[in-house]
T-cell receptor, first 112, second 112 residues
């Protein structure tokens, strides 16, 4: 059974810092991996999708990496801003491509 | 291009009642997935519909059922509501099975 873990559960940084959020998964047989952002009480916003054959994806100040052999993914945020404050969720797509298995998220707070 | 929409936004029901939640997928997307998110947790996969057929199901009892219509919109029905069914219900659509999932804003269900 696939399990996804995110560390740390919460993170507070000053504006301008670069930071890394970690995600690990127990079953390397994933279809792809997706990172999301969730603001309080809201739906999920897709940030990046990494196909299982890819090693990384970049979008603006965000860079996500994937290492299937070690069961790890990282989300790198450059030059953090207060508007980046949110919960970040990592989700592994099961091998059939039907279900996303989510971690509990990392809640990020960026202070100005 | 319209994103994923869900209705209603909020809903209050009492234990034992039945509820229907609705989702309109993003234009051109033929796959819809439903998730339940309890407070402080990551979303849990309920089921997925592809071209009007159930295409995968998570660990939820049969009182959770769904439909997908020819226009690819979808409904989630929950019978015999229990207090633990109180959660944010999220709908996601994708261009095809296994592709990037885009989420709606969710329906907040409270069961009293």
């Amino acid at each position: 059974k696939q399990e996804v873990t995110q560390i740390p559960a919460a993170l507070s940084v000053p504006e301008g810092e670069n930071l890394v959020l970690n995600c690990s998964f127990t079953d390397s047989a994933i279809y792809n991996l997706q990172w999301f952002r969730q603001d309080p009480g809201k739906g999920l916003t897709s940030l990046l999708l990494i196909q299982s054959s890819q090693r990384e994806q970049t979008s603006g100040r965000l860079n996500a990496s994937l290492d299937k052999s070690s069961g790890r993914s990282t989300l790198y945020i450059a030059a953090s801003q207060p508007g980046d404050s949110a919960t970040y969720l990592c989700a592994a797509h099961n091998q059939a491509g039907t279900a996303l298995i989510f971690g509990k998220g990392t809640t990020l707070s960026v202070s100005s | 291009e319209t994103g994923v929409t869900q209705s209603p936004t909020h809903l209050i029901k009492t234990r034992g009642q039945q509820v229907t939640l609705r989702c309109s997928s993003q234009s051109g997307h033929n796959t819809v997935s439903w998730y339940q998110q309890a407070l402080g947790q990551g979303p849990q996969f309920i089921f997925q519909y592809y071209r009007e057929e159930e295409n995968g199901r998570g660990n939820f009892p049969p009182r959770f059922s769904g439909l997908q219509f020819p226009n690819y919109s979808s409904e989630l029905n929950v019978n015999a509501l229990e207090l633990d069914d109180s959660a944010l219900y999220l709908c996601a659509s994708s261009l095809y099975v296994g592709n990037e999932q885009f989420f709606g804003p969710g329906t907040r269900l409270t069961v009293l």
